[in-house]
């Protein structure tokens, strides 16, 4: 075992919520000594950058309980205990944005806050979307803000996309498809 591994056995579990727990993890440090790291333990989520027919990019408007304010971002969700997170994607984009497709491609996935969580949110791009009905969940306060690639720059520019799930996967979008 190096000596920067972490045990992951008998880790106390110090809270358990509805979708995440918080465990109590010891690491020997360079030093020797045993440090005790809390780790917040997540099933994951996804997060999907819809491509409307006419090219703009279907955010959406959220409101977060978090922050008592609405965010832009891409639509998302957490996965099931052990889903596939493409059945997570095919299902969030429809209960937030009501469209549905077939055409989802992964971007890549990614640690969104490495040094206390462990949550894998692996990101897609959507494209050939057919619009339906939303699905929101209680508690869901979502509008469609379909955007140009244009309006996101500027929006990413004045500080009015900040969550990092959309930034990267917007980035990685803009990547993929050559913009």
């Not at 408007?61 to 978090?66: E, H, L, M």
């Not at 959507?126 to 339906?132: H, K, M, N, R, S």
């Not at 996101?152 to 930034?167: C, G, T």
Request: net charge negative.
């Amino acid at each position: 075992m190096s000596e920067l591994n972490t045990s992951m056995e008998n880790e106390p579990v110090l809270f358990q919520g509805r979708i995440f727990k918080v465990v109590e993890r010891k690491q020997i440090g360079r030093s020797g000594k045993t440090l005790v790291r809390q780790v917040v333990k997540h099933p994951g989520a996804v997060g999907i950058v819809p491509i409307l027919p006419d090219g703009r990019v279907l955010l959406i408007d959220q409101y977060r309980i978090t922050f008592q304010r609405n965010i832009f971002e891409i639509p998302a969700g957490t996965r099931e205990i052990g889903e596939d997170p493409l059945i997570t994607a095919k299902r969030e984009l429809i209960e937030e944005t009501g469209y549905r497709t077939d055409n989802i491609e992964l971007l890549a996935p990614i640690y969104t806050s490495p040094g206390i969580l462990q949550e894998e949110l692996v990101l897609y791009i959507a494209t050939d979307l057919v619009e339906g009905e939303t699905a929101l969940e209680d508690g869901e306060k979502i509008l469609p803000a379909p955007k140009t690639w244009d309006e996101i720059d500027k929006m990413i520019d004045a500080r009015e996309i900040v969550d990092a799930k959309s930034l990267v996967g917007l980035l990685l979008a803009k990547r993929k498809l050559g913009i």
